[in-house]
């Protein structure tokens, strides 16, 4: 348990630019002081001790903002940013190195007995506001979105934004986990890749309409093929796009 907790005092000072010294995490950071508090109710929970754990894991809430479930396994070097409302259900598993900002949810689906919450492996990042939910896994290097919602299983070296939750982008490549608001535009790139559609679709329909013309008049010798696509000009769309 002491390695696991040096583990975490150690990614804080590495991952977070704004920690200045121990005792400034010791005292100012309640994601580290709800993983100390739920490392030992969880050394409790495995000893079969029945209500404390519990009750330490609701003064835990009380006096961080961070919901842990006893049960949840968290692995070494976990970094909890900030913390206001994260809430960790019981049957989650948690990789090492992985970084979660406030008002995350590792919650589970239904009612059922057994394995119900996710499984995040090491290195995953998980951006504000996101729930991830049922009995799923979450691959190596993976960074989820800031309020996406996610519950299908996600494969490693991926990035999931959106609701429900799309992977995006696969790489290969080790993220940074400062770096979670350099997300793609699911969105966006969508509706770009339609107008260009639409500019091609218009541009055929042109090619036709110079065609009928040039037969109606007899002249089929008239190059008609060479008519440009009317230039889409939504103005809500190109602002949505940011385009300039």
């Known amino acids: 348990m002491l390695k696991a907790i040096k583990s ?5 000072r590495e991952r977070d630019p704004a920690a200045r010294g121990l005792l400034e995490i010791l005292l100012c950071y309640p994601g580290f002081q709800a993983l100390v508090l739920h490392r030992f109710s969880n050394r409790l929970w495995k000893l079969g001790i029945p209500l404390l754990p519990r009750v330490l ?3 835990t809430r009380s006096f961080t903002g961070i919901e842990i479930h006893p049960g949840a396994q968290i692995g070494r070097g976990v970094f909890i940013d900030h913390g206001m409302g994260v809430v960790i259900g019981e049957t989650s598993e948690i990789g090492n190195r992985c970084l979660l900002y406030q ?3 590792l919650g589970g689906t239904g009612k059922d007995h057994g394995k119900r919450h996710p499984t995040l ?5 998980v951006g504000a506001g996101a729930k991830v939910l049922g009995a799923i896994n979450v691959g190596t290097n993976t960074r989820i979105g800031a309020g996406s919602v996610v519950v299908r299983d996600v494969e490693a070296n991926s990035t999931v934004v959106g609701i429900p939750g799309r992977i995006v982008h696969q790489s290969g490549v080790r993220i940074n986990p400062l770096a979670h608001s350099a997300l ?3 969105e966006a790139n969508v509706i770009r890749n339609l107008m260009e559609r639409i500019d091609y679709l218009e541009g055929q329909v042109s090619k036709l309409n110079n065609s009928l013309k040039a037969i109606e008049k007899g002249n089929t010798s008239k190059s008609y093929l060479s008519g440009k696509a009317q230039n889409l000009k939504d103005r809500e769309i190109i602002e949505f796009l940011g385009d300039n």
């Not at 492996?121 to 990042?125: F, G, P, R, S, Y």
């Open 103 to 105: 008002g995350v949810t």
């Open 8 to 12: 975490d005092l150690a990614i804080i």
């Open 121 to 125: 492996a090491e290195n995953v990042v």
């Open 184 to 186: 793609p535009d699911a």
């Open 57 to 59: 894991s609701q003064l």
